[in-house]
């Protein structure tokens, strides 16, 4: 057979140039060439930003050596990711909670342990969940709700993991609404002991992360009765099964609740507790307790109990930063040396692709920053209180941080939700592998929009908040920090239309921050108008709510982006200490600012805060703001610093060499031959014999 000469693979295979020696693998270079041409290409440089978005160059060094660290351990590592069964991800994923507790324990550095456990959180969700049950809502509800000498009892059992803890809380029947709980504790005067019941099915615990196969005691929130009398919900430390057996206790069933959208090396497990006694001291007593002789001292404010819950649903914020973190970097990377087209061109230099991604690479930004500032602000308030002990103080501040961590987890868990899935579609047909890594972290990120308190009724509870706020506002009384701007109302309201006289006025921070001030003020009074309105046209409370639920829920939405939009700001002109990386965080502030205006924009204009005209302006400047961000995309997803193994996309790979390694991974996981399938289903219909 003749040799094909240059002239005759163009014709043959339709490429502009013949390959080089390397035959196929010159698409490889392609490639590679392609994403080092990108990164020459950026503004700034991304190591720098990475410093800024770590905190300092320290903390980037203990992640890196945290990630050296993981990714030398093979008991921390998971081989066939995305091809291992449900019981082999569990018992992988459990190998990975004994390895890491081992080493965590080994090292002396808190700062580097802390790195440790972010590290495997971002890189496996399982992990990160088992991790989170045990080591946060469990810990931290003995910590937050128990007396000094319960945590000291429990401290170093719950720190070296010879105790496994799970957080009970959602039931069968019931989620949000905590009222309606149907789980008891009755104290037994005579045997100072609780006897624990679950009342009905639908009082059975559901959902509780470890509780299937391996948690050996649970804080579970229960009614507590005293001579027949309901007192309210209490956490209690129940025992669930034998430390060296593994065996069910007398009185607890549990079970594994099945196949789920995500985390499948999670066991979410029920639990019903059928009169299970535990001694007296095992209600956490921090805030309320029970007598030997059954004298009740009442919670100073029931929403004491709920504490915890404020943590947890900030500490999303860190889920939807990673999750996003992740799938940005691939669609990016991807969109940098994917080519297609007439022109052959990079598919992220289409407007359209820009525009899928760019305003959520920016809007994540801000939610980092917020993510870090909310958190730390809230871990102070704890350390205070347990410092202090100043209820009053305390009570006023949880209030705040309530409606904050309410509204946050509500409206960033939708608005992530939403952006996973713009971006996985920017992955065209290889979108629907698994191997892309994009799929598996939507659906393990599926539980943050519900899991943690549902988000619609999590808006509601920030709505109440802010309606009450407007009117303490309008009394000249207090406010918390959170709606504090509450109190400047009239001047806020006062600016009733957006003025501008050139474009670049658009780019102008006040200019932006009035324009989400504004919204936010006007659609709080707007709902709480329409309530007040429907209760003094005779409607009871629940009706008027019900009825105008949709504008209430709404109205929060302005409020959270007011929320990113104070840290965003605060973080950008903290940039101006770094030079190389101000002008760029100043075009992402823009872009996150403008185009959350540009998504609302059914309100401005409702509210007359600006006309089409001034839309169509702000439009065209989002898209301008997209095309000025471009040559900077690659540098700004390499910012978050995820190694590959973090990644686990081939579509997402450093280097860019995305085919070869896609190639080899599918080959690698799925060999070549004959189903197991073919004599018993195929043959029969194919067979000529």
Same mark, same amino acid.
């Given at each position: 057979?003749?040799?094909?000469?240059?002239?005759?693979?163009?014709? +043959?295979?339709?490429?502009?140039?013949?390959?080089?020696?390397?035959?196929?693998?010159?698409?490889?270079?392609?490639?590679?060439?392609?994403?080092?041409?990108?990164?020459?290409?950026?503004?700034?440089?991304?190591?720098?930003?990475?410093?800024?978005?770590?905190?300092? @160059?320290?903390?980037?060094?203990? +992640?890196?050596?945290?990630?050296?660290?993981?990714?030398?351990?093979?008991?921390?590592?998971?081989?066939?990711?995305?091809?291992?069964?449900? !019981?082999?991800?569990?018992?992988?994923?459990?190998?990975?909670?004994?390895?890491?507790? @081992?080493?965590?324990?080994?090292?002396?550095?808190?700062?580097?342990?802390?790195?440790?456990?972010?590290?495997?959180?971002?890189?496996?969700?399982?992990?990160?969940?088992?991790?989170?049950?045990?080591?946060?809502?469990?810990?931290?509800?003995?910590?937050?709700?128990?007396?000094?000498?319960?945590?000291?009892? +429990?401290?170093?059992?719950?720190?070296?993991?010879?105790?496994?803890?799970?957080? @009970?809380?959602?039931?069968?029947?019931?989620?949000?609404?905590?009222?309606?709980?149907?789980?008891?504790?009755?104290?037994?005067?005579?045997?100072?002991?609780?006897?624990? &019941?679950?009342?009905?099915?639908?009082?059975?615990?559901?959902?509780?992360?470890?509780?299937?196969?391996?948690? *050996?005691? *649970?804080?579970?929130?229960?009614?507590?009765?005293?001579?027949?009398?309901?007192?309210?919900? /209490?956490?209690?430390?129940?025992?669930?099964?034998?430390?060296?057996?593994?065996?069910?206790? !007398? =009185?607890?069933? @549990?079970?594994?609740?099945?196949?789920?959208?995500?985390?499948?090396?999670?066991?979410? =497990?029920?639990?019903?507790?059928?009169?299970?006694?535990?001694?007296?001291?095992?209600?956490?007593?921090?805030?309320?307790?029970?007598? !030997?002789?059954?004298?009740?001292?009442?919670?100073?404010?029931?929403?004491?109990?709920?504490?915890?819950?404020?943590?947890?649903?900030?500490?999303?914020?860190?889920?939807?930063?990673?999750?996003?973190?992740? #799938?940005?970097?691939?669609?990016?990377?991807?969109?940098?040396?994917?080519?297609?087209?007439?022109?052959?061109?990079?598919?992220?230099?289409?407007?359209?692709?820009?525009?899928?991604?760019?305003?959520?690479?920016?809007?994540?930004?801000?939610?980092?920053?917020?993510?870090?500032?909310?958190?730390?602000?809230?871990?102070?308030?704890?350390?205070?209180?347990?410092?202090?002990?100043?209820?009053?103080?305390?009570?006023?501040?949880?209030?705040?941080?309530?409606?904050?961590?309410?509204?946050?987890?509500?409206?960033? =868990?939708?608005?992530?939700?939403?952006?996973?899935?713009?971006?996985?579609?920017?992955?065209?047909?290889?979108?629907?592998?698994? +191997? *892309?890594?994009?799929?598996? #972290?939507?659906?393990?990120?599926?539980?943050?929009?519900?899991?943690?308190?549902?988000?619609?009724?999590?808006?509601?509870?920030?709505?109440?908040?802010?309606?009450?706020?407007?009117?303490?506002?309008?009394?000249?009384?207090?406010?918390?920090?959170?709606?504090?701007?509450?109190?400047?109302?009239?001047?806020?309201?006062?600016?009733?239309?957006?003025?501008?006289?050139?474009?670049?006025?658009?780019?102008?921070?006040?200019?932006?921050?009035?324009?989400?001030?504004?919204?936010?003020?006007?659609?709080?009074?707007?709902?709480?108008?329409?309530?007040?309105?429907?209760?003094?046209?005779?409607?009871?409370?629940?009706?008027?709510?019900?009825? &105008?639920?949709?504008?209430?829920?709404?109205? *929060?939405?302005?409020?959270?982006? $007011?929320?990113?939009?104070? &840290?965003?700001?605060?973080? $950008?002109?903290?940039?101006?200490? /770094?030079?190389?990386?101000?002008? #760029?965080?100043?075009?992402?502030?823009?872009?996150?600012?403008?185009?959350?205006?540009?998504?609302?924009?059914?309100?401005?204009?409702?509210?007359?805060?600006?006309?089409?005209?001034?839309?169509?302006?702000?439009?065209?400047? $989002?898209?301008?703001?997209?095309?000025?961000?471009?040559?900077?995309?690659?540098?700004? #997803?390499?910012?978050?610093?995820?190694?590959?193994?973090?990644?686990?996309?081939?579509?997402?790979?450093?280097? =860019?060499?995305?085919?070869?390694?896609?190639?080899?991974?599918? $080959?690698?996981?799925?060999?070549?031959?004959? !189903?197991?399938?073919?004599?018993?289903?195929?043959?029969?219909?194919?067979?000529?014999?």
């Amino acid at each position: 057979m003749a040799h094909l000469g240059d002239t005759d693979a163009k014709e +043959y295979f339709g490429w502009a140039h013949a390959p080089p020696a390397a035959g196929l693998g010159a698409s490889k270079n392609e490639e590679m060439a392609t994403m080092a041409k990108e990164r020459s290409n950026a503004s700034f440089p991304s190591r720098e930003m990475t410093y800024f978005l770590d905190g300092g @160059a320290e903390q980037t060094r203990y +992640y890196e050596l945290a990630n050296t660290l993981i990714s030398r351990d093979p008991q921390l590592m998971k081989e066939r990711f995305f091809d291992l069964t449900g !019981p082999e991800n569990r018992a992988k994923t459990m190998e990975q909670v004994r390895r890491s507790n @081992a080493v965590l324990n080994n090292i002396k550095d808190p700062k580097l342990a802390a790195a440790v456990r972010r590290q495997l959180a971002i890189y496996d969700k399982s992990y990160s969940m088992r991790s989170y049950v045990h080591r946060v809502i469990f810990k931290e509800t003995i910590w937050a709700q128990g007396t000094k000498e319960q945590w000291s009892k +429990y401290a170093d059992d719950i720190e070296h993991m010879r105790i496994i803890g799970c957080f @009970a809380m959602t039931e069968l029947g019931h989620s949000s609404f905590l009222r309606g709980l149907e789980t008891f504790a009755v104290f037994d005067k005579e045997r100072q002991e609780f006897i624990i &019941n679950s009342a009905s099915l639908t009082a059975t615990k559901w959902w509780i992360g470890m509780a299937g196969e391996v948690a *050996t005691h *649970t804080v579970a929130l229960c009614n507590l009765v005293i001579d027949g009398k309901v007192k309210g919900l /209490h956490w209690f430390l129940v025992p669930l099964r034998d430390q060296n057996t593994g065996e069910l206790l !007398p =009185g607890i069933t @549990a079970g594994f609740v099945g196949a789920r959208a995500g985390r499948h090396g999670l066991d979410n =497990g029920w639990i019903q507790f059928t009169h299970a006694r535990i001694p007296r001291e095992n209600m956490l007593m921090k805030f309320a307790q029970v007598l !030997p002789d059954g004298t009740y001292k009442a919670l100073p404010n029931q929403a004491l109990s709920y504490a915890t819950l404020i943590g947890e649903r900030l500490a999303a914020m860190e889920e939807i930063y990673a999750s996003l973190a992740q #799938v940005l970097t691939i669609s990016v990377r991807y969109g940098a040396v994917r080519r297609q087209g007439e022109q052959n061109q990079q598919i992220l230099d289409y407007q359209s692709h820009q525009f899928q991604l760019f305003p959520t690479l920016a809007t994540l930004y801000g939610v980092l920053f917020t993510s870090n500032e909310t958190i730390a602000a809230w871990t102070n308030i704890q350390n205070a209180f347990e410092q202090t002990g100043d209820e009053k103080e305390y009570m006023a501040q949880s209030a705040d941080y309530h409606s904050t961590s309410a509204c946050l987890k509500a409206h960033l =868990g939708w608005w992530c939700a939403d952006a996973l899935e713009l971006a996985r579609r920017t992955l065209g047909g290889h979108a629907f592998s698994a +191997y *892309t890594a994009v799929a598996g #972290v939507i659906g393990d990120y599926g539980v943050i929009t519900t899991g943690g308190g549902d988000n619609t009724v999590l808006a509601q509870q920030c709505a109440r908040y802010l309606i009450a706020s407007f009117k303490r506002a309008r009394e000249g009384k207090p406010l918390g920090a959170s709606v504090r701007y509450l109190q400047d109302q009239d001047r806020i309201l006062s600016k009733s239309k957006l003025r501008i006289t050139s474009p670049s006025d658009l780019l102008k921070t006040d200019v932006q921050m009035d324009a989400l001030l504004y919204l936010s003020t006007k659609m709080i009074m707007a709902a709480g108008t329409s309530l007040a309105t429907a209760l003094g046209n005779g409607s009871s409370m629940g009706d008027a709510w019900n009825n &105008n639920m949709v504008e209430l829920i709404e109205c *929060t939405k302005p409020h959270c982006w $007011v929320l990113v939009m104070r &840290n965003f700001e605060r973080k $950008v002109e903290l940039s101006r200490q /770094h030079p190389p990386i101000y002008p #760029v965080l100043k075009k992402l502030m823009d872009l996150f600012a403008l185009y959350q205006i540009q998504k609302m924009s059914d309100h401005f204009l409702e509210h007359k805060y600006f006309d089409a005209e001034t839309l169509k302006t702000i439009r065209k400047t $989002v898209l301008q703001l997209c095309r000025e961000i471009r040559n900077d995309a690659v540098a700004l #997803v390499d910012a978050f610093n995820m190694p590959d193994w973090i990644i686990k996309s081939p579509l997402g790979r450093y280097d =860019g060499n995305i085919y070869e390694a896609y190639f080899d991974m599918v $080959v690698k996981n799925n060999p070549v031959g004959r !189903p197991p399938y073919w004599e018993s289903d195929i043959k029969p219909m194919t067979s000529k014999l």
